[in-house]
Structure formats: C-alpha cells, structure tokens
Nanobody, 121 residues
Framework: QVQLVESGGGLVQAGGSLRLSCVASGSIFSINAMGWYRQAPGKQRELVASITSGGSTGYADSVKGRFTISRDSAKNTVYLQMNSLKPEDTAAYYC???????????????WGQGTQVTVSS
C-alpha cells in the first residue's frame, strides 16, 4: 500500500549534473528518514545520502561537496542533486524511506525500484 517511485536517472558526461526524485505514495501515516543508496555491478549497495524528518543530512565521503539531498515533506518527496558527476558514480540509485503506514503501528523500510545513472568519461 506504500510505494516509492524514483525518476531522473539517465546518461550524462563526466562533470555533468542530474537530479533524482523519489515520491512516496499510498497509505502513509508518517515518514521518518529518507535516503538514497546506489549499487554498481558487482558491488554491494551503499548509502549515498540521508535526510531526517527534521532536515539533518548525511553523506558518503565519496559524494560530499558534490551531491545534495533535500526533501519536500508536503509532497512526500526526496531529491538528490548530483553535480560534478564522475564515471565512478555510475550505478543504479535506489530511494529508501522509513515509513509508518496507516495500517501499521510501527514504521518499516520501503524501497523504490531504482533508477540507472550512467556517467561517461
């Protein structure tokens, strides 16, 4: 009953920018932290950036100064602005959110289906 849908991925040259969006919809009671993960072929999924309901943010060292996470709580949406992209940023990017549905007493993690980001050199 809760869905996360990402958009905004694509192919970009090194040094370029992309903006990812993720909208949560369905039977939502509340959303706590939201974040973005990525997984490159043959590698483990890693946390890229996160943002709490209060707006506190955290970033992986590899993206600090280049990526910015933000959220619009009124729209149940989280964004990832990616600047100065590098070929090593190529991966499938997944949205994650800690959501309590109206059918549950406790929050749990939900995942989007992923959006591909490819950075060419």
């Amino acid at each position: 009953q809760v869905q996360l849908v990402e958009s905004g991925g694509g192919l970009v040259q090194a040094g370029g920018s992309l903006r990812l969006s993720c909208v949560a919809s369905g039977s939502i009671f509340s959303i706590n932290a939201m974040g973005w993960y990525r997984q490159a072929p043959g590698k483990q999924r890693e946390l890229v950036a996160s943002i709490t309901s209060g707006g506190s943010t955290g970033y992986a060292d590899s993206v600090k100064g280049r990526f910015t996470i933000s959220r619009d709580s009124a729209k149940n949406t989280v964004y990832l602005q990616m600047n100065s992209l590098k070929p090593e940023d190529t991966a499938a990017y997944y949205c994650n959110a800690d959501i309590r549905s109206i059918l549950s007493s406790y929050p749990r993690a939900y995942w989007g289906q992923g959006t591909q980001v490819t950075v060419s050199s």
